[in-house]
């Protein structure tokens, strides 16, 4: 130890030999009190020797001024970060200790706008290690140090002032609106972060995640508060893509809310500014779900219809589409689509068919006794290829076959118009076309 004094004085000594008055202005007005200080306790500190450097820090930070050297700051944050998280039990040390760190902040960001960034960064996360049990003021610090950075702050400070935003509302300090417009916020900047690597990409990844999660589940943005809030500047800016991809985006995650005409609205914005098959998907579901099938049948037509969408992709449109259409008593278009569906991805047959077969099934026939009824051999035929295809479907399309048989025509009656088992016959009925094969009760 005396060794280790002895060093220090010697190099301490080697400095004070060579400051100048220029250097008595940088240093203070006692500026060789201020560079023995600080060798003193920079040498502990390399040393890892914290609490031999503290006392000689402490001297230092009294004595020297806030632009002597950058390092005395910054280091005076580790070092009474130290102190406090050995005293976390004593509330009064612990809160003196807090003041103190936050000081050598603000004299870092006032003093060292160089490392502005970094100081801003560090100060809010300590904020919210060590200042929970002061939401308000956690609250207006956080805030406070996204409105100064931006995309510069740290993603996790994001995280942090919308998870205390949540608190503060839940324990009614805070308006929704404030929530809301920190949430919007806290997507937006972390999502056009610069990432240098994956590892920090998938970081803002998970944490645009979290906090979309922790906004979900904390239901501040009830479908009411997000009507009321976004109405007013929709109307005012209709045209606003971002706004509208906003008001999508938070409308979306939002249980119950996207029958209304905002949401559609938004969504048709977005729709005619950037078109894409998944946006006219969800004008299809939109329009679906307040049965206006013409502008359903529309956009789900241009949803297939996009380039950008694949076959696969495509082919669930189309069986999508065919089962709407037929719900809404379109059957010429609902058995085209089903057709599409399984030409462009075999993997839809068995669905498709059987709903091939129910149409037929459906379908009101005019003529005779055995015209009317031999659609029912059709629609057995699409049975029996819908379980060929997908034998998941066998015990549905075997009820569906038995149905069906029942109206088959007596062999009596099929032998009165000149029909007979196994003989092939050409149906039309209800704009369809298909070739079977006779069938009847024995």
Sequence with gaps: MKKIVLLISIAAMSLFAGSTLSAQGKFGPDSAECLKYLSYYTEYYKQKNYDSALP????AYRICPPTARYSLLSDGTTLLKRVLRNNSKNPVYREALIDSIM???????????????????????????????????????????????????????????VSTAIDLYKDGILDPESVISSYETAVKNV??????????????????SDIESLFITSQVASCDNLIALFTPRFEADPQNVELAKNIVKMMGVTEGCTDNDLFLNAVTVMHNTEPS????????????????????VMYMTEAIDNA?????????????LAAFCYKNGQTAKAY????????LDPATAGKAYMLM??????????????EQRAKYWVAVDFMNKAKAADETLAESANDLIRQYAAYYPQTAEAFMYDVTDGQSYTVSCGGLRATTTVRTQK
């Design 56 to 59: 000689n820090w402490r001297q």
């Design 103 to 161: 000081k050598i902040y603000d004299e870092r960001i006032q003093y060292w706008p160089k490392h502005l960034t970094a100081s801003l960064n560090n100060k809010a996360l300590d904020m919210y290690n060590f200042m929970k049990d002061e939401p308000e003021k956690l609250y207006e610090g956080l805030t406070t140090t996204i409105s100064q950075l931006g995309i510069k702050a740290k993603a996790d400070i994001y995280l942090f002032q």
């Design 191 to 208: 999502t056009a972060m610069p990432v240098k690597n994956d590892v920090e990409r998938r970081n803002n990844e998970k944490i645009v």
């Design 336 to 343: 085209a689509a089903a057709q599409a569906a399984v030409e």
């Design 277 to 296: 098959h998944v946006s006219a998907y969800n004008l299809y579901k939109l329009y679906a779900g307040r049965a206006d099938v013409d502008n359903a």
């Design 308 to 320: 950008e969408s694949d076959a696969v992709t495509d082919a669930g449109y189309q069986y999508e």
């Design 357 to 370: 077969g129910t149409i037929w099934g459906s379908l009101p026939c005019s003529g005779n006794d055995i």
